[in-house]
């Protein structure tokens, strides 16, 4: 059977994956280990697969710096939210970064001289740089030996960033999932192009094309995980 790795930070990821009938279908086809600060709650939450699932926290050394590096990859995330903003102008952003250079210019001027280094760094090779080779680096193999691929349940958290830039340079395929609708546009340049992109829909699967370079073959319609349930006659019958 295959192993596969889920990574659980948010309220938001338990609603999509553990609350539907994703994660079910999930534990009854693969070896499924949750990678999670929260593994106390989560197995109160999911009593029912307490045979099926296994957990571990994330495992970052201390020579490592944590400390250091999680301060590096904030500073990178305002910076990736100003280059796509320099790229492609979406609205949202356009008004918080314009709130910004009236409110703190000095901020602004070196947000916006960071997201220039980004953009810069990432002409002609948009998976990889030595700003991000430095801000996520992340020994994946010790932990991830085996895993067969890695189910990242957003685009945007830190330490989904981190991780899946670090297992696609350690060549561990990585399955990302939007996770919530305006994630594609909202949160910055991506900082990888991931094996598999779960889109909700149609216009998802635009923004990643156009704004992000996913390419198409690498994205996957599958609604949204979340709303699974309501589209089952079970729920409907409970409700009326």
Known sequence: MYKIALT????????NLLYGPTIERLSQEYDVTIIS????LLRKALKKFANKIEYQKLRIPRWQLPGF???LIRWLYKWNYFALWLEKKPKTPGIIIQWERTNRPIRYFLTMFGARIVTILRYGNVNRDVLRDIAYYFPVRKQFLGTDAVLVASTDMEKDQMLIYSLKKAGIPVVCLVHSWDNLTTKGTFNFTPDLMLAWNKYQVKEANEIHKIPLNNIVVTGSPFMDKWFNSNTFSKIY
């Not at 600060?37 to 106390?40: F, G, K, S, V």
Request: a positive charge; proline letters at 0%; charged letters at 20%.
């Open 37 to 40: 600060n929260y593994e106390l």
């Open 69 to 71: 590096q999680g301060r």
């Open 8 to 15: 659980v930070w948010m309220g938001m990821t338990v609603r």
